[in-house]
């Protein structure tokens, strides 16, 4: 199972991004998707997660800016984050919690990352 992040960069505060995630592979279903980030010297943490249905919880510090959705035909997740803010800057990580085959638990499988910096 791969996982790999997109749409990333620098911007300033008050603009946009998108973030796009893609989970490829061999596998029998997708659970939960969600986004983290983790800013230097910090822990990381859940920023967004999105069931099959689409049912989403977010974070305290990003609600009503930040939007998750997905697309389970295609396995795929996205982030679109407005009114950016200095303290969004952060490397973002794309989760997806994949069931091998019927019969195997659910295991997270993480994305490499793409940093996000928000700064005039």
């Known amino acids: 199972v791969q996982v790999v992040e997109s749409g990333g960069g620098l911007v300033q505060p008050g603009g946009s991004l998108r973030l796009s995630c893609a989970a490829s592979g061999s596998f029998f279903s997708i659970n939960v998707m969600g986004w983290y980030r983790q800013a230097p010297g910090k822990q990381r943490e859940l920023v967004a997660e999105?069931?099959?249905?689409?049912?989403?919880n977010y974070a305290d510090s990003v609600k009503g800016r930040f939007t998750i959705s997905r697309d389970n035909a295609r396995n795929t997740v996205s982030l679109q984050m407005n009114s950016l803010k200095p303290s969004d800057t952060a490397v973002y990580y794309c989760n997806a919690n994949v069931k091998v085959t019927m019969f195997r638990n659910l295991t997270p499988y993480w994305g490499q990352g793409t940093q996000v910096t928000v700064s005039s």
């Open positions: 999105i069931t099959t249905v689409g049912s989403s």
